[in-house]
């Protein structure tokens, strides 16, 4: 993985705006999609990113449900009569219910209104068999695509950890909640080694492990809540043996629905258990105003020898577009705490379904031109 040695380096989380319509059924969807690929990788290396993807449009654009069709062991049931999914609980919903109301009424949460409703019809998954992996063909295709357009320097291809593919899943086949969650990582495990086989860094999205905090852990208390997430990055761990720390990035979020996000877990409250990842960069949140202030964590916490720090210095949690200026200052304040060389500026979390695609694009360019401000700066 490059370092930031001459200029501060760019990169964003994963997801990103389509740039034409992609329709799954249309009989010329895969020449459509990979021309589509084509064209975002091309668009990202016109704005200047260092770091780039294909964009997510080989999973659809969501970051989550490509999995459903990758194990097998499960089968999809509805919801029980009664029972809410995660994603409508927590803390956060009750306090501010009207909002949430008024939100969901609007289909404001996300910016695609698609997005909502999918999140809101989503299956739960029953594990009634072994859990194996199922996704060879598919993945091959999505790193076959992924090479094809932007090769493999400084490309990478993202997936998703254990601790947040469980929130959707029930288990009536292992003995115990354990169990079931290394047979997750033993399938992924297949996943990650295939990505980083493939000369593609490997990205893994974890956003539901602290966006548990006010649906489950509140209630739970705080040293319960650090162990039940220690459990689930040592399943990660698990998952990520074998494959090399250089090839890895992780990333931590608290979800991104267009939310007042009140009841987040602080990062000071898991930092440790986070640089216990086998990864050698950490993307965190680091714009919006829930997190802004937490740059000061890394006065008190000092980054382990060899890894990257990947703050988010433009959000997806707003329309502003960041003033380049103020990119340069939020870059530099990591700089300053964690050495030039060790950050790389980046987005809190990804675009695609979440900003409008003008919006989103003009905040990509936003981190170009304040990180090479910034690099002049620390650079020269």
């Known amino acids: 993985m490059q370092r930031s040695d001459k200029q501060f380096l760019t990169s964003h989380v994963g997801s990103l705006p389509n740039l034409v319509p992609l329709d799954e059924s249309a009989a010329n969807y895969d020449a459509t999609l990979r021309d589509a690929v084509g064209q975002v990788v091309k668009k990202q290396r016109d704005i200047g990113l260092d ?3 294909e964009g997510e449009y080989t999973k659809g654009g969501d970051w989550l449900s490509f999995v459903e069709s990758r194990f097998s062991g499960f089968e999809a049931r509805d919801w029980p009569e009664g029972e809410k999914p995660l994603l409508a609980r927590g803390k956060d919903r009750e306090d501010f219910a009207a909002y949430y109301q008024y939100a969901t009424e609007k289909g404001i949460l996300f910016y695609n209104p698609g997005d909502q409703i999918q999140h809101a019809r989503r299956k739960i998954w029953v594990c009634v068999e072994p859990v194996t992996y199922s996704g060879g063909d598919e993945l091959a295709r999505e790193i076959e695509i992924t ?7 400084n490309v990478f291809l993202t997936s998703t950890a254990p601790a ?3 929130p959707y899943r029930r288990n ?8 079931f ?3 997750l990582a033993d399938a992924l495990a297949v996943e990650y080694r295939t990505i980083a086989d493939s ?18 852990g509140m209630d739970m208390g705080m040293e319960a809540f650090r162990k039940r997430c220690a459990l689930r990055m040592e399943a990660l761990n698990h998952a990520l043996k074998g494959i090399p720390e250089e090839q890895v990035r992780y990333h931590l979020c608290w979800g991104s629905w267009h939310g007042p996000h009140a009841y987040d877990l602080d990062l000071k409250h898991i930092v440790d258990l986070m640089l216990g990842v086998k990864a050698q960069a950490f993307l965190i949140e680091g714009a919006n105003v829930r997190h802004e202030h937490e740059w000061q964590v890394w006065e008190n916490v000092k980054l382990p020898e060899g890894k990257i720090l990947v703050p988010g210095v433009i959000g997806h949690a ?5 003033h380049p200026e103020l990119v340069a200052q939020r870059i530099g304040r990591y700089a300053d705490q964690v050495g030039k060389e060790n ?4 987005a809190d979390c990804g675009f695609g379904g979440r900003s409008h695609p003008q919006i989103a694009w003009a905040k990509l360019q936003a981190l170009v031109d304040g990180t090479k401000i910034a690099s002049k700066k620390y650079f020269g």
Request: overall charge negative; aromatic content about 10%; proline content about 2%.
């Open 343 to 346: 950050v790389i500026a980046s």
């Open 199 to 216: 000369g593609l860094i490997l990205q893994v999205d974890d956003a539901w492990l602290p966006a548990l905090w006010d649906r489950i």
């Open 147 to 153: 090479k094809q357009a932007a090769g493999t320097d």
């Open 318 to 322: 707003t329309e502003t577009i960041e």
């Open 51 to 53: 770091v780039i993807n």
């Open 164 to 166: 947040s593919i469980e």
């Open 172 to 179: 009536e086949y292992y003995k115990s909640e354990e169990e």
């Open 181 to 183: 969650l290394f047979a």
